[in-house]
């Protein structure tokens, strides 16, 4: 038995010892054929590597690679305007790409990109990372440094969009807006943009009139007791500690907000796949509400005196609804009634009385003296037989008579 073990031992090792050379000899033949071989009527990146070894084509390629990255990549944005990305964003693998290669063709160099190096290329950009990554991969692999965004934008579109004159504050809330993406689901909440609560709140009610026009859903939205000066009614958000605005994509496919600086104004744009039907906001039912007088009475006020303490100001309500238009008709959600209750205008009185009137010594009227013949209707002159306003009748007088005998 120690025999036959022996035995089996030894051929066991004589078969070795024959075949581990012709394994490696087969391998060194095939490895031998496989570098000498050479590519026929092949590109790479537009690079003609026919009639080449791999080895030759690594070289050619590498070099190839070296020359490309001399340059910066010129990047189209989607408004049409230019943007420098540098060319340590991407990396190139040449080895696993003639790995590849088992045909006669055109090939593309497989190109990674490196996100974090790309960051810093984006901020304050309208694109985001989602719209600049396959057409910047593209054309990279084609060793292409011209990058258009619009090639990717086919299917997506404006759907919603809003104009906006920023203080310093709402701009870099919106700077940091600038790129936001909702998947199907997602949410955008406000606050998660920024701290400055006055900032935000004037924020907030343009993004909700934007949203409103969106089959967004609308998870968070709190009004104001009093309407704020410069908000137009129905689209009234309220940002504090203890409020929010807030929404949900509902739909399937991703959306994403776009800035623009356009020096004074800023336009922010939901960037995507168009919905079905229109949409658009509308507020309806509106009402005012008169507001009352008060009158309120206060010692501290100087007698006889008044002043408004409180201005009035008139309530008012209304409705705002979500209109849907397509082929089939109009439909309408309501996303918000609001309310708004009339400001009484308080007028505050001094309750002190009037002082009373000092006392005036009564003026007796004097007349100057008068005779009878200056009053000729004195009443207190005795009458003596005939009133001399009676007429009196005739008398007749003796006239002497002319004689002619008379002497001079």
């Given at each position: ?15 070795l ?8 000899l ?25 009639g080449?070894?791999?080895e ?7 070099n190839?690679v070296?020359d490309?990255?001399n ?26 790409t ?15 990109i ?18 600049v ?9 084609k060793?292409?440094s ?15 969009s ?7 504050a ?7 807006m600038n790129?936001?993406?909702m998947d ?7 606050k ?6 006055e ?20 998870l968070e ?12 009614l ?19 496919s ?7 600086d ?20 509308r507020?309806?039912e509106?009402a ?8 309120r009475?206060s010692?501290s ?5 008044s ?13 705002l ?11 309408r ?19 002190v009385?009037?002082p ?20 000729p209707?004195?009443d ?11 007429e009196?009748p ?8 002319s ?6």
């Amino acid at each position: 038995m120690k025999q036959y073990g022996m035995h089996f031992f030894i051929l066991t090792c004589l078969v070795l010892l024959v075949s581990l050379p012709t394994i490696g000899l087969v391998n060194y033949l095939d490895a031998s054929a496989k570098t000498s071989a050479t590519y026929k009527d092949t590109r790479v990146a537009g690079i003609n590597i026919s009639g080449m070894t791999k080895e030759e084509a690594v070289v050619r390629l590498d070099n190839a690679v070296k020359d490309f990255a001399n340059a910066p990549f010129t990047v189209t944005l989607v408004d049409g305007t230019a943007l420098e990305v540098g060319k340590d964003v991407v990396s190139f693998n040449i080895d696993d790409t003639l790995e590849a290669i088992s045909e006669p063709g055109d090939y593309p160099l497989i190109t990674t990109i490196d996100e974090e190096r790309i960051a810093p290329y984006l901020e304050n950009q309208p694109v985001t990372m989602t719209m600049v990554t396959p057409p910047l991969v593209a054309s990279a692999s084609k060793l292409d440094s011209n990058v258009a965004l619009e090639m990717v934008a086919e299917e997506n579109e404006v759907v919603a969009s809003m104009t906006i004159s920023p203080t310093p504050a709402m701009r870099s809330a919106l700077e940091r807006m600038n790129g936001f993406e909702m998947d199907a689901g997602d949410m955008f909440s406000l606050k998660s943009f920024g701290e400055d609560f006055e900032a935000l709140t004037p924020l907030g009610s343009s993004l909700y009139k934007l949203f409103a026009a969106t089959p967004f859903k609308v998870l968070e939205r709190v009004p104001h007791e009093v309407l704020p000066s410069g908000i137009e009614l129905g689209y009234d958000v309220k940002i504090d500690a203890g409020s929010n605005f807030a929404v949900q994509n509902t739909e399937q496919s991703p959306y994403a907000i776009i800035v623009l600086d356009e020096g004074n104004v800023m336009t922010v744009q939901l960037l995507g796949k168009a919905f079905v039907g229109a949409y658009e906001s509308r507020v309806e039912e509106v009402a005012s509400v008169p507001y009352q007088n008060v009158i309120r009475f206060s010692p501290s006020l100087p007698a006889g005196s008044s002043s408004v303490t409180q201005s009035g100001q008139t309530g008012e309500s209304g409705k705002l609804y979500r209109i849907r238009v397509t082929e089939a008709g109009e439909t309408r959600e309501l996303l918000g009634f609001d309310f708004y209750e009339p400001v009484p205008e308080i007028v505050t009185k001094s309750s002190v009385p009037l002082p009373p009137p000092e006392p005036v010594e009564p003026i007796i009227p004097t007349f100057p003296d008068e005779t009878l013949d200056d009053d000729p209707f004195n009443d207190d002159i005795e009458d003596d037989g005939l009133n001399e306003f009676e007429e009196q009748p005739p008398v007749d007088e003796d006239v002497p008579a002319s004689s002619e005998e008379a002497v001079g």
